[in-house]
C-alpha cells in the first residue's frame, strides 16, 4: 500500500490492511444498503446483523459458553475501572488488586471509592518490571483483578493467577485476542478495541451472567451491566461503527485460523526482536528484568543513553518506523507490535538497529 509506514503505536494502532481495505470498499455503499455503516441507524435490519454478527464470531474465536453476556459499551477501558467495583464489589465490598504497572493502579483507585482494595501484590518498587508471582490474597474478597498485559511497562502475565472460586477480573485492554484464553476461568473480561481489536470508541466486556445478581439496585442505569444485557449494547447507541470494525477483526482472525495460529505468529514476531537485542551486546536493553514476563505485544527497550534513544527514535521514524518513543514513565522506545503488526515490519526494524548500532 502506498506511503504506509510501520506503526508502532501503543494505541490507536496498526489496523489489518484487509480490514482496512474492506472498510473502504463498503464505505459509500454497504452491501447494497446505499449509506455507509457510518451513516445508518443502529436500529436497522443491516446494522443489527452487523453486531450480531460481530458477537458470533467473538464467541467463536474464545468458545464463550451461554454463561456468559458479551457487550459492547463506550467509555473506554478506564471507564471498567469504576463499573467493575459499582457492579460486583458488593456484597462484602471488598476485593483483590495485582498492581503491575499505571493501568492498574488507576483501576485500584478508583475501587477505593468503593470499597476496600487489598493489594495483593505489586511491583511498584521495581518501577514494575517485573510480574509478582506470589499474591496475597483477601479471603473475603469479592473478586481478583489484575492486567494481563502492560502497555507501559513492558510486562504480560503467561498464565493467570491461580485465585480458586473467587472470581477473576482482568483488564487485556493491550493483549486481547493475542492467543486463546479460557473465558471459564474468569467472572469478567473488559478491553478498550483500540490496541488490539479494532479503532478506538468501544470497549468489550464478557461477564458471567452469575454475577450480575450481585449488582446493587441502587447502581445508576448506565453504569449497571444488567441495563447493557438486557439490551444486548442497545440501551443507547452503541459505538457503531467500531463494532462493526472490531466484527471485520474478528473475520480476519476467523480467516487464518484462529487464536492458536494468532499466537504463534506473534511468538514469531516478538522473538525476532528480543533475540537480537538480548545479542546486540548490550546495546539494546530490554526493561523488563526476566526473560519469561516479557510481553509479546508492547516490547520495551533502552540503548545504553538518553542521547542515543532520541537519535534512535527519530531516524527511525524518517526511515518510515512511526510511534517507537516509549512512555514518559518509563523513557526509552517502545515497540508495539499488536495481532495486525506485520512480521517482515519487524524483521525490517531489527535490520535498522543493526545498521543503527555499527553507526553508533
Ligand atoms: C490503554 C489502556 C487502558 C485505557 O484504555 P482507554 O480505552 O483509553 O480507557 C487501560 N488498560 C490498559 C491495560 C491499557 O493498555
Redesign the pocket.
Known sequence: MENRVYNFS??PAVLPEEVLKDAQTDLMNYKGAGMSVLEMSHRSKTYDKIIVEAEADLRKLLNISDDYAVLFLQ?????Q?SMVPMNIMAPANKADYIIT?S?AK??AKEAKRVGTVNIAATSEEQNFNFIPKEYKFDPEASYVHF?S????FGTQFRTEPEVGNVPLVC????DMLHKFIDVNKYGLIYA????NMGP?GC?LVIVKKSLLERIPDTTHTYLNYKTHVEKDSMYNTPPAFSVYVMGLVYKWLLNLGGLDVMEKMNEEKAAILYDYMDDSDGFYNATVANKEDRSLMNVTFRLPNEELDKAFIAQAAAKGFSGLKGHRSVGGCRASIYNAFPKQGVAALVEFMKEFKSKN
Open positions: 501503543a494505541g467509555g473506554g477501558a478506564t471507564l475501572f504497572g493501568w488507576k483501576a492486567t498485559n502492560n502497555t507501559i483488564d487485556t485492554s493491550s478498550g478495541a483500540q490496541k478506538a470497549t
